[in-house]
């Protein structure tokens, strides 16, 4: 019985093909975007959450922060007060030198390409999972020397992206020359290190006139206690005006990102939906033609004992296979699209199984929807009416 | 009992044209029957209320002694597809599927199981002379082949009537005495055969013969 209504069908769609290629193209179209605006923000949202996961969401920052032009100050041993927080595992500092850095003397002392210098002390990278890329950081040993460390933008905007220890070049930094003895990776989740050169901490006081108070201090807490250690920190660095401090979490711009990745995908769902339901308005009227050109075949089948039920679900069978065909290519196509789309911009493929069976189901449902009224217009025709057809 | 009898039957269409005036008529189990008479006589409207194709405006239609009138649309079309056989000018056949598909088609709408729809479709296109073109496409058939699987489609659920309106309409002469000649030899075999023409040549091989003009039987 269902055999011979989808051989029926079958045969219905397969008499034309052309017609039914272009008719089944609106569903496919609409079944591909579909599939196209689930699985790209998908594959984004995976790509970023492995992103997430190999930077670290471990990592918190605080610094003053104030109503006034000048913030508020942190203490001097502000790195050592937040690592006697439990739960903090490293902890380190910061401080802002106002300072000018160039490559030259001949170099235009305002062009600083925005590279900014800071003081910090040998326990920054594991405090922010930095990386070396060239040379060395600095040590206990630098910490009091002319020796400058590079951060990875900062570095390509001054031409040194690699050190050699036997011809190490200099910099200007404020008033001084420094050193240059290594050059750091990329550091995505905290972009103002990126564009930074780093001084030790005893050096600036000395060449530079550093007063010792950090601007910034960075922690790497453990991970499940990040909102226990956040809601402490600010206390922690300023007990009188605890509300003059920020803190802020360098992966959470990053969570955000994911999450906008699921805001635009309401309009494409919507433009999936009109591609939908105009490819259904396509199968209507594909199948409103068929009826009316095979009415002499309508009124043969009610001579052969065809009931209006039978009719009617030739009909309908016809239009679903008809839509379910675009449905199909559309899917295949979908993902195709998305598949091509993920390798090109190096994310991982995600396939969205109930996105694949919702647009199947719905270019079934689309199908069916559309084939109704053909099919009661075809179970309606009388058979003398059908038969006497030219 | 009769296989179909028609009594007082008139049918008037829209607008007032009166296509058929009080037509009775029984045919019996075994006869063969020929109903003659010009274009525009009623005889196409006579043959769909023959066939319950179309139900009359006044006057009962019986067949095999059941009031068709008290037959909802389900029921009848079962009734054609197990008790009636239908043979039309055009054969109507499906043109992507071979010849003894196109007649198992015949047995679709009776519900018989498909293995057998095609042992059967196979049996009657032998008993219409085509043993040897079960697998051809229509388009690779002759005219009158076309019409042999028409007639083999009609004879597939072994009906108690078969109707034919104008068989031999679309062919040549020669072929359509050969058509004429294998509804001999179904009528001898047991077939009820009632058949439709304009021609009164085509009649003349019959047995029993009714004039139809105007709507009205002749005698």
Known sequence: MIRDALGLGWLGVTARPARA????????????????????????????????????????????????????????????????????EESSAVANLNARVLRTDLADPNDTAGVSALAATPDLLS????????????????????????????????????????????????????????????MPLTPELEQAVFVGWDAARRALGFDGHPTVVYLRAVESQIQPVRSVLPATLDPATPGLVSVS?????????????????????????????????????????????????????????????????????????????????????????????????GWPF??????????????????????????VRAARLSPTEALSAV | MSVLALSGVSKEYAGGVLALDDVSLSIEPGEDLAIVGPSGSGKSTLLHLMGTLDRPSSGTVELEGRDTALMGDDELSRIRGQRLGFVFQQSHLAERLGAVDNVATGLLYARVPR?????????????????????????????????????????????????????????????????????????????TLALITHDPAVAAGFSRRVEIRDGRVRR
């Open chain 2, 115 to 191: 293995p057998q729809r095609r042992q059967r479709a196979e049996e009657a296109l032998e008993r219409v002379g085509l043993g040897h073109r079960r697998d051809h496409r229509p388009h690779q058939l002759s005219g009158g082949e076309r019409q042999r699987v028409g007639i083999a489609r009609a004879l597939v659920n072994r009906p108690a009537l078969v109707l034919a309106d104008e068989p031999t309409g679309a062919l040549d002469q020669a072929t359509g005495r050969q058509i004429l000649d294998l509804f001999r030899e179904l009528h001898a075999d047991g077939t």
């Open chain 1, 249 to 345: 979490r360098p992966s959470d711009v990053l969570a955000a990102k994911r999450a906008a990745q699921g805001t635009f995908s309401g309009l494409f769902f919507g433009l999936a939906g009109v591609a939908l339901l105009v490819g259904g308005i396509g199968v209507a009227n594909t199948m409103i033609v068929s009826v009316l050109e095979r009415r002499r075949e309508i009124g043969l089948r009610r001579a052969l004992g065809a009931t209006r039920g039978d009719v009617r679900l030739q009909f309908l069978t016809e239009a679903a296979l008809l839509s379910l065909l675009g449905g199909v290519g559309g899917l295949v196509g979908g993902l195709a699209g998305s598949l091509g789309y993920a390798a090109l911009r």
């Open chain 1, 350 to 375: 995600v396939l969205q199984l109930p996105a694949v069976g919702a647009g199947l189901a719905g270019a079934l449902l689309v199908g069916v929807l559309a084939g109704l009224y053909p099919a």
């Open chain 1, 21 to 88: 290629a272009l008719s089944a193209l609106g569903i496919a179209l609409g079944i591909a975007t579909l599939v196209l605006v689930t699985a790209i923000p998908a594959s984004g949202r995976a790509d970023l959450d492995r992103r997430l996961t190999a930077l670290g969401t471990d990592v918190l920052q605080a610094q003053g922060s104030g109503v006034t032009d000048e913030p508020v100050e942190l203490p001097t041993a502000a790195a050592a007060m937040v690592r006697r927080i439990g739960p903090v």
């Open chain 1, 127 to 186: 405090a922010v999972h930095g990386s070396v890329a060239s040379g060395v950081f600095l040590s206990a040993a630098t910490e009091r020397l002319p020796a400058v460390v590079l951060g990875h933008a900062a570095a390509d905007w001054l031409g040194i992206t690699s050190v050699d220890p036997a011809h190490a070049p200099e910099i200007r930094v404020g008033s001084a020359w420094f050193t240059v003895v290594g050059v750091l990776g990329p």
